[in-house]
């Protein structure tokens, strides 16, 4: 399945993909793809209503109606930082014996094709397209990776906008630099793990203003996106609809020589295999 909210911001509907121009409506059945909903265990009753709904012939058109996250804000976003070798070397820093764990504000996450705005004072906001891990029920100290692939409902595409000065210039931690509004676009999909062949050989990409900034694959990936969920499951525990953002690989603007930062008027596209595509246009900051 392929699940995802349309609607203006704040009236999201919930729905599911039907095919790349046309969707069916869920929300007289479903209020939200929120905490309450995944941890009900309804996500297995989906299939046999998104096929009565096509058997109906309830199937709508997007035309221009917006594609909000395929999530409603969740209760919390957790990062994972130089997640693989490649990023870690061009951003000159050591390759991690285990995950680097920051947080990320909740109210960063909008929809895929809305609008970036570049953070006050900021001279160094950054791209970074990443695989998203959408937990599906509440748990904590899982024992084995598949238990933990048990307990995930599906992953999105993430770009994990961060401004670089307020990250790694003005101490402490990193949230600091990833948590400014509408600094993780999601979506455009909820993607099912059993829609996906092989979580560990994704194709990833990112464009600014056209030019290819970012190419790489999940397969490079240090910790894998199963071993992520049970690691921090011990550690804290996660609640349904919680996202994990599991780190970009190299191309970032940090890394590049000369930096390349965005400032506002540039255009951001990126997407996943199998997971879709974003597009957003990047606001100048406002003063």
């Known amino acids: 399945m392929k699940l995802l909210r349309v609607g203006p911001v704040g009236h999201e509907r919930p729905g599911a993909l039907v095919d790349a121009g046309h969707y069916v409506d869920l929300g007289d ?11 009900s265990g309804n996500l297995g009753q989906l299939p046999a209503l998104i096929k009565d ?8 058109s997007f035309d221009d109606q917006r594609i909000g996250s395929p999530i409603a804000r969740p209760h919390q976003i957790l990062c994972i930082g130089l997640n693989y070798s490649d990023h870690a070397a061009e951003t000159g820093q050591a390759v991690p014996d285990e995950p680097i764990v920051f947080n990320k504000s909740p109210n ?20 970074e ?10 748990t904590s100290y899982l024992g084995t990776d598949e238990e933990a692939a048990a307990h995930i409902a599906g992953y ?28 993780n ?23 600014v203003d056209g030019v290819r900034r970012q190419t ?15 690691y921090l499951s011990q550690f804290l525990v996660l609640e349904p609809g919680d996202l994990i953002n599991t780190g970009t690989p190299p191309g970032v603007g ?34």
Do not use: C
């Open 216 to 230: 790489g694959s999940t397969a490079t990936m240090l910790f894998s996106p199963h071993y992520l969920v049970r």
């Open 185 to 207: 676009p999601t979506g455009p999909y909820l993607v099912t793990p059993d829609e996906i062949p092989d979580v560990g050989n994704l194709g990833m990409w990112l464009d």
């Open 53 to 60: 709904r096509v058997t109906q012939g309830a199937v709508l």
């Open 254 to 287: 940090m890394g590049l020589n000369p930096q390349v930062f965005l400032h506002g008027g540039e255009v951001m596209t990126l997407g996943i295999d199998h997971l879709g595509a974003q597009r957003q246009q990047v606001l100048a900051a406002s003063s």
């Open 156 to 183: 999105v595409v993430v770009n994990d906008v961060s401004e670089r000065a307020f990250q790694l210039e003005r101490g402490g931690q990193w949230v600091k630099g990833k948590s400014a509004e509408t600094f």
């Open 29 to 39: 059945d479903v209020p939200d793809f929120d905490e309450e909903f995944f941890g």
């Open 129 to 138: 397209v990443e695989l998203g891990i959408v937990i599906g029920s509440r």
């Open 108 to 127: 960063t996450m909008i929809g895929p094709n809305d609008d970036v705005r570049v953070p006050r004072n900021s001279q160094k906001t950054d791209w």
